[in-house]
Nanobody, 123 residues
Framework: VQLQASGGGLVQAGDSLRLSCTSS????????MGWFRQAPGKEREFVSV????????LLADSVKGRFTISRDRSKNTVYLQMNSLKPEDTAIYYC?????????????????WGQGTQVTVSS
């Protein structure tokens, strides 16, 4: 399984970006899909996860009200819409396929990871 993340870039505070992650395997449509991020010098942290059918969504407190996760199972793609971006959102964003269909904040619950896409928010 290969996960290809895209959509990152350099934006100003308050701007929006939409990240996409496409899976090479149709089987991941039955798995939860998540987004994590890692800032320089920090550990990788949970951002959001969506269950296989979109019925269960979790968001980190730091992004609630600003980020939205969604998926299109027919395209094997998951999206992360990021609005009102802040400089502290600057990080490499990784998508991941979960081991289960429901999803978890625990990165150990994911067995496939994308290569990451850089998001940089200037103040």
């Amino acid at each position: 399984v290969q996960l290809q993340a895209s959509g990152g870039g350099l934006v100003q505070a308050g701007d929006s970006l939409r990240l996409s992650c496409t899976s090479s395997a149709r089987t991941t449509s039955n798995n939860a899909m998540g987004w994590f991020r890692q800032a320089p010098g920090k550990e990788r942290e949970f951002v959001s996860v969506i269950s296989w059918n979109g019925g269960n969504i979790l968001l980190a407190d730091s992004v609630k009200g600003r980020f939205t996760i969604s998926r299109d199972r027919s395209k094997n793609t998951v999206y992360l819409q990021m609005n009102s971006l802040k400089p502290e959102d600057t990080a490499i964003y990784y998508c991941a396929a979960g081991r289960s269909s429901i999803g978890s904040r625990d990165r150990n619950s994911y067995n496939y990871w994308g290569q990451g896409t850089q998001v940089t928010v200037s103040s």
